[in-house]
């Protein structure tokens, strides 16, 4: 495992679980509004579903579960693959709550076993905010190329380059040159909601923010076929991009 795949997992692994339950409800709680309107829970990513029954997903940093289980619930069937062993505590109990049934492989997303998981789904799907966790996007693209079978189509949503040279999301994050390649470093996402005292305890992560540019050249040079960018208001402001999302084909 690369030292700062570890060094993020260890980050992702800081109180995560009691994050969880703090944040978004204890697993049975959570479960509740899951089951009572899937597609809710979805939010603007159900827009990018043609279909869920029977739809195999590979639901990549899938972190707690919170989109793998309403894609279950709805019929798909859906492997997250994670770094963090809390986040799979947390998903799995929650899953066991809605009476649904998710896989969850803990790992590093780029050491995933092709051997076993190799042209297995239908879709790999991203949401959240996960390209910046890995420092080549070349890499990264090529094994969700590898991940899908031929025909599969890869659902990737993430945090707009904005990002880069501004705090639009206010996630308290470093910023940069909006050409800058280098690596920073920074807090994980949730660490601003946490007391002064702990917050200063948690691993930082090492990211690599990309330019749209490159986002776009990585899907098409993997060999995907670019069928649509779009770029979403900011929550903060709606005036700003605050994310985008790619669907690319594997032909």
Known sequence: MKDYIQQNKESWEFNVYDFWVKNAGTPEER???DTEDPIKMLKKYAAYFDSYEGVRVANICGSCGKKAIPLALLGAKVTVFDISSENRQYAMETAAAAHTSIDFVVGDVLEIDMDRYGGQFDVVFMEGGILHFFHDIREFM?????????GGRMICSDFHPFQKIADILEFQQPVTSYFSTDI???EM???RFYPEEIRRQ????????Y???????AVIESGFTLKCF?????????GL????TVIAIKE
Do not use: Q
């Open 241 to 244: 991009p605050g994310e985008f």
């Open 230 to 238: 779009d770029e979403h208001p900011a929550w903060t402001d709606p």
């Open 211 to 217: 330019t749209i540019s490159e986002i776009i050249n």
């Open 184 to 186: 920073i470093k920074g």
């Open 202 to 209: 948690i691993p930082l992560c090492e990211y690599r923010k």
């Open 31 to 33: 479960a509740s509004k």
């Open 142 to 150: 090529d094994v969700m190329y590898s991940l899908l079978r031929p």
């Open 189 to 191: 996402a949730h660490a």
